[in-house]
């Protein structure tokens, strides 16, 4: 056999990669960005998951009632707070970089749909601000789609046996655990993608949409009633029917603003404009109303996933951040590469299709190489020495068993000084009296007198309003240095 047939046998095998195959390929991707770059943008949000994961794994989110700690759970086996934050989020950014894939294998499962993923994944990757990017990972909106569309990808698989009822509703179940409105969203994308169908008055449809609708419902509602008996409460109300125009146009922006910055919007409209008079002109191999229809759908679930959020007084009062943007950009990403792969795909010979699916493997590892660099375990301690590593190290020299104050900084000293002290051989973590400490304040609270040393930084309002709320005991100045001050219990006369 020659080099080139052997080549063209690969790039054919790989133009018809199951969607297990794919993931594969993805989790070998997501390894790489794990121990890239990607972790020099940590907050005290996001490294919150390995918190949890290493000192008390609860349902939800430490002191909340929403977003869901699956992740955290599988990698609580792992106590060593620096490898759970590298197997945490290996698959985070397996499963949020899955989604693409998972979208349009969903809508065109007998079209290009690994090249459309790929279309996607690949303007994510590179034409997505670093910090937007790594926001857009970490939050649960992503991850939550991969699992609810597995789902449905699986419920559409041929076979009657119990397993694929079994497995379908597990990943119905994860998808509306970390994120409870997912399944609204899915919800809406079925009804949409199966809507000609059923105006078409196609039996089979309604058999398809019944038992989707059905899981997402009940999983919906599950979730809806732990969170409902969680003893931490979140609630969330709607805003003024006055301001949603406002709140819907503001939302809007920052979508545009944050996830499509970069030139990006030029080059979306022209990508799609073209793609758009192909598919109208020419009418390709693929089925274009089809087609135009997938992308419809998207759209109508995109626009509708910026109104579940942008009408909410907690978006509201939280200035729209673009994160509350994720979900819609999702979908409207996903309508976009569907419409430029199908209509790119119907101009080239068929025994090309093979090597451009081959060709987008080799662009997805170059992309992800020349955004997030090599691979380095040693630099991604690096990063994270960079970011906090001299305040951590102050903590620990100054010998403290508590870190308070501001919740955006001192849980990241706080996670790195335990990392750091992990390599020594000590095992008990340096705690955080912050926000999201009460579900640990059994722990805390229970440091012998003795040994009780708080570490605040200077000029932290934050530190007394703790010491307040949480009703501390009188504390006194005991050692000092240029960042922190460390105070501990005043001693009885």
């Known amino acids: 056999m020659s080099f080139a047939s052997f080549g063209k046998s690969v790039c054919e095998s790989v133009s018809r990669f199951p969607f297990g195959a794919t993931m594969v390929f993805v989790a070998l991707t997501a390894l790489q960005i794990d121990l890239g770059n990607f972790h020099r ?5 996001s490294l919150m998951h390995t918190i949890m994961s290493t000192q008390r794994w609860t349902f939800f989110f430490w002191d909340q009632n929403r977003y869901g700690a699956f992740f955290a759970l599988l990698a609580s086996p792992v106590r060593d707070p620096f490898w759970n934050l590298l197997l945490l989020y290996w698959m985070v950014l397996t ?12 809508l065109i499962p007998e079209g290009p749909w690994w090249a459309a993923g790929a279309l996607s994944l690949l303007m994510f990757l590179g034409l997505t601000g670093d910090l937007t990017a790594f926001i857009f990972i970490y939050q649960p909106y992503a991850t939550a789609a991969f699992w609810g569309l597995t789902g ?25 655990w970390i994120c409870m409105p997912m399944p609204l969203m899915l919800g809406l994308l079925v009804l949409l993608r199966h809507l000609p169908d059923m105006v078409g008055r196609r039996r089979v449809a309604v058999w398809e949409i019944i038992p989707a609708v059905s899981l997402l419902a009940l999983n919906f509602l599950i979730i809806l009633a ?27 922006f920052n979508l545009f603003y944050y996830y499509f910055a970069h030139g990006k919007i030029p080059l ?49 009062k939280h200035d729209f951040r673009p994160d509350y943007a ?54 991604v301690d690096r990063d994270l020495d960079a970011f906090v590593g001299p305040y951590a190290r102050q903590v620990i020299d100054l010998k ?27 095992r008990e973590p340096i705690h955080v009296i912050s926000a999201h400490a009460t579900t640990t304040r059994d722990r805390w609270s229970k440091v012998p007198r003795e040994r009780v040393r708080v570490a605040t930084f200077r000029n ?32 009885k006369q």
Request: glycine letters at 8%; aromatic letters at 16%; one cysteine or more.
């Open 41 to 45: 943008f940590h907050t005290s949000d």
């Open 460 to 491: 932290d309002p934050q530190a007394d309003h703790y010491r307040e709320g949480y009703r501390l005991p009188p504390l006194e100045p005991v050692a000092q240095n240029e960042t922190f001050i460390v105070l501990s219990p005043v001693r």
């Open 400 to 426: 403290a068993s508590h870190v308070m104050g501001e919740f955006t900084r001192v849980w990241p000293v706080a996670f790195y000084a335990n990392v750091l002290r992990y390599r020594q051989g000590q």
């Open 268 to 316: 979306t409209l022209l990508m799609s404009g073209a793609s758009l008079f192909f598919l109208l002109r020419f009418r390709t191999d693929q089925d274009w109303r089809t087609v135009l229809w997938m992308c419809f759908s998207c759209l109508i679930t995109a626009l509708a996933a910026l109104g579940l959020f942008a009408f909410t007084d907690w978006v509201l």
């Open 95 to 106: 499963c949020a970089l899955g989604s693409f894939f998972a979208l349009t294998r969903y």
């Open 152 to 176: 449905l990808i699986i419920l559409e698989t041929p076979g009657r046996g119990w397993r694929r009822g079994f497995f379908a509703t597990l990943a119905l179940f994860v998808s509306a």
């Open 326 to 379: 994720a979900s819609a950009y999702f979908f409207l990403q996903g309508a976009i590469s569907i419409l430029v792969i199908s209509a790119c795909f119907g101009r080239v010979r068929d025994v090309q299709k093979p090597y451009i699916t081959g060709m987008g493997m080799v662009l997805i590892v170059g992309v992800s190489l020349a955004v997030y660099g090599w691979p380095s375990v040693r630099g």
């Open 226 to 252: 732990i969170s409902n008996m969680w003893p931490y409460r979140w609630e969330y109300g709607i805003s003024p029917v006055s301001l949603w125009p406002e709140s819907f146009l503001k939302l809007s």
